[in-house]
């Protein structure tokens, strides 16, 4: 999701990020032109990050690489949202005029690696196990390689799930934040009446899962079983899932749980008619907007379930397309890797509420975490967070699971005939995709 911090604490590090900007790329030197002239190359990046400080610290970024890298030109091609990205990218492969970078979710990297359009980092980073990798927290190194074993992918805005919550709310009602799946499902019930509904969601659609999916997702995994395993198969009707959306049916049963759209959730809480949101970390601005003051926020990590923490692990990484040049492939290598940078991501995750890729951001982030103190425990998460198994099916996938939950949450169908039917379509897909 592109919700993200953009007006929190900007970090004083531009020096630093300049400075390591003009670090050597293990590329091998450009010998060919490509997008170069006079010396000089141009490379292209499509993302999604279009608005507010997403935006805004993504340019700041571009311009201090470019500045400490006078020989390389950076085109940052907008896109408004993710499905508009992955079309645009895809189009664009489609028309031999594929960008040098892009943001890819493991399911597009898994897609564009079969149609070998993107490009492994060994063949322009020298190597499959690059300086830096090792620097990542471990959730996030599990993440950028596909099924092949071989690195595809190099990180950028990775976030995993918390929950916002009203304090004033709790606190009125003798609450406390809950620390597992059960007490939130007891003070849900609680607090709702009156004009409040505990939680919204948003299901989403078929093509373009929503919030109430991360959250089902969520709570499969914190039962013992994700809704897809390692290798990509669904799991979709597995006990564990049946528990989760049997949990979400009972929510819904007793008012705690609405169905919405357009963040529900976030309105929701911030009108004083909802007490939690489950949303990205990368979403804590815009709960913070939705609040304005008006009560105390609180934000809290996941609660636990009965096989202990777990958490979902959403955002990008970046892929180098294949038809960049050579002097494109040494210049996109080099972006990328400041873009993973410490002193990087450390401003990134100030502005924009994404967590650092890694902890030797943290020290450079010392007032942020100082007035931001769930960052520690959310980026904690990024060690155990479940990424999505990067197969080219899981998306139309997704979509299947979606469908389940609508019939389940907004016309009352049975959880486990919902799944089964969910599951079936879900392993056709898998199948056609083979």
Not at 3 to 22: F, I, P
Not at 371 to 399: D, H, R, S
Request: proline share 6%; hydrophobic share 40%.
């Amino acid at each position: 999701m592109s919700t993200t911090s953009r007006s929190l604490v900007l970090l004083a590090a531009a020096t630093a990020v300049a400075a390591l900007a003009g670090c050597s790329s293990t590329a091998p030197a450009a010998k060919s032109g490509g997008a170069s002239s006079g010396g000089k190359t141009t490379i292209s990046f499509m993302q999604a990050m279009s608005s507010g400080t997403q935006k805004s610290t993504l340019v700041a970024l571009t311009s201090a690489f470019e500045k400490a890298n006078p020989d390389i030109t950076v085109d940052l091609q907008f896109q408004p949202d993710y499905g508009t990205l992955h079309a645009k990218e895809t189009a664009a492969v489609a028309a031999h005029n594929a960008p040098t970078l892009g943001q890819a979710y493991e399911s597009w990297a898994a897609e564009f690696a079969n149609s070998k359009v993107i490009l492994p980092v060994a063949q322009y980073g020298g190597s499959d196990s690059p300086a830096g990798l090792a620097d990542f927290y471990t959730g996030v190194q599990n993440d950028l390689k596909l099924p092949d074993g071989k690195l595809w992918m190099w990180p950028f805005n990775k976030s995993v799930q918390v929950i916002f919550y009203n304090q004033d709310m709790l606190k009125a009602k003798g609450l406390a934040a809950p620390t597992t799946w059960d007490q939130f499902a007891t003070e849900a019930k609680a607090v709702s009446g009156g004009g409040v509904t505990a939680i919204s969601v948003d299901p989403g659609s078929n093509a373009a899962p929503g919030g109430g999916d991360t959250m089902f997702e969520a709570l499969a995994a914190a039962n013992g079983t994700p809704d897809f395993a390692k290798d990509g198969t669904p799991q979709f009707n597995s006990p564990a899932a049946v528990q989760a959306l049997t949990y979400l049916s009972d929510l819904k049963k007793a008012g705690a749980l609405a169905v919405g759209s357009n963040y529900p959730g976030e309105t929701a809480l911030g009108a004083k008619k909802g007490a939690f949101d489950l949303s990205s970390a990368a979403g804590y601005y815009y709960e913070n907007q939705a609040v304005g003051g008006k009560f105390t926020m609180g934000t809290e990590v996941l609660p636990t379930g009965s096989s202990g923490p777990s958490n979902i692990m959403t955002g990008t990484n970046l892929v180098m397309f294949a038809s960049a040049s050579p002097a494109q492939q040494a210049a996109g290598w080099k972006y990328m890797q400041f873009l993973a940078s410490a002193s990087s991501q450390a401003q990134w995750s100030s502005t924009t509420g994404y967590l650092p890729v890694t902890a030797k951001a943290l020290p450079l982030m010392s007032d942020f975490l100082a007035k931001n103190p769930y960052m520690n425990t959310a980026v904690a998460a990024l060690e155990y967070a479940v990424p999505t198994p990067p197969f080219a099916w899981i998306a139309k996938a997704q979509g299947e699971e979606v469908v389940a939950l609508q019939n389940v949450l907004e016309k009352g169908a049975d959880p486990k005939s919902a799944l089964d039917a969910a599951q079936t379509a879900a392993l056709a897909d898998q199948k056609a995709a083979q």
